[in-house]
């Protein structure tokens, strides 16, 4: 079966990851700009790593048939640094023409502090100015509940953001229904150790059902496994799940969300589905 990953770090993977991925049967990702592991000191390194997004990592993943895309933002971890933050979003607009930019992301909180979330609100201006689709990072473990309410305050307090164009990521059981519930689409991330297991995503899907609902690897720096959603198809094959849910929740509804961007451009290896293909963009750089 063939799947996309909405939500995986390959700066942070070897080659080696790439073709493992496409023999198990993943034919494109999106990957959100980041936290590299320490923090930045200038905004000429996010300049570098923008470029590495959107230059370097579409030829590698290439090599071996998986059509790459990205995000493009400074990350909740290194927001609390208000002056650099602005550096960052001020030379965002110069990347977002590239032929692989899907949107701003991921943006969001992670110790839910004043700094991040005047930061976010400030990512959230840039994305509504450039018509730009939104992918948001939620807190981890404690944070989280809070951290994913002050998140959906400040969207939906905006009248601007078009809730069907913004994912709402790592969601859990105590913060899914809130995000679906507002008309946002919900990620579920699939960690060894924290976020969710694929047992736990596929009890969410059976709770909640698919719509609006994708699931990713986040495979990034630390523990992590960026084969998890072949786990998860084979998870939600044990339980006795039909084909067509497991297609929807790991293929068609990352392509349906994705398909509002201008930035992709996907090419379906199914010869014959000319549905996920984007017709409104043209296959060569703006």
């Known amino acids: 079966m063939y799947y ?6 390959m700066v942070s993977r070897t080659t080696d990851d790439y073709e493992m991925l496409a023999k198990m049967g993943c034919v ?17 390194s996010f300049r570098d790593y923008f470029r590495q997004l959107t230059e370097v990592e579409p030829k590698r993943a290439a090599q ?15 927001a609390e640094n ?14 977002l023409d590239c032929h692989n930019v899907l949107g701003i992301g991921e943006i969001g909180l992670n ?11 400030e990512h959230l201006e840039l994305a509504v100015r450039y018509n730009q689709q939104i992918l948001i990072h939620t807190p981890h473990l404690e944070d989280k509940y ?8 400040m969207l939906c307090d905006d009248s601007r953001i078009d809730r069907g164009r913004v994912l709402v990521d790592h969601v859990e059981e105590h913060t899914v229904r809130h995000v679906l519930d507002e008309g946002f689409w919900a ?25 609006r609902l994708m699931a990713n690897s986040a495979g990034d720096w630390g523990p992590s496994k960026p084969t998890a959603i072949p786990d998860l198809i084979l998870e939600m094959r044990r339980r006795g799940h039909p084909e ?43």
């Open 64 to 78: 071996y048939g998986i059509q790459h895309y990205t995000w493009l933002c400074i990350n909740a971890k290194e």
């Open 187 to 211: 990620g579920m991330t699939l960690y060894p150790t924290t976020k969710c297991t694929p047992q736990r995503a596929c009890d969410i899907i059976e709770m909640y059902g698919s719509e």
């Open 82 to 95: 208000v002056s650099l933050s602005r550096e960052v979003i001020a030379i965002i607009p110069d990347f």
């Open 146 to 153: 809070q951290g994913t309410r002050m998140i959906l305050d």
């Open 28 to 44: 494109g990702l999106s990957e959100p700009a980041f936290w590299a592991g320490f923090d930045r000191g200038s905004a000429e």
């Open 111 to 121: 110790k839910n502090t004043k700094n991040e979330a005047i930061i976010f609100t």
């Open 244 to 286: 067509s849910l497991i297609r929807k929740i790991v293929y068609e509804n990352p392509l349906e969300f994705f398909r509002q961007s201008q930035g992709f451009t996907f090419k379906s290896p199914d010869a014959d589905d000319a549905s996920t293909i984007n017709d409104r963009t043209a296959s060569e750089p703006k």
């Open 4 to 9: 996309f990953d909405p939500h995986i770090h």
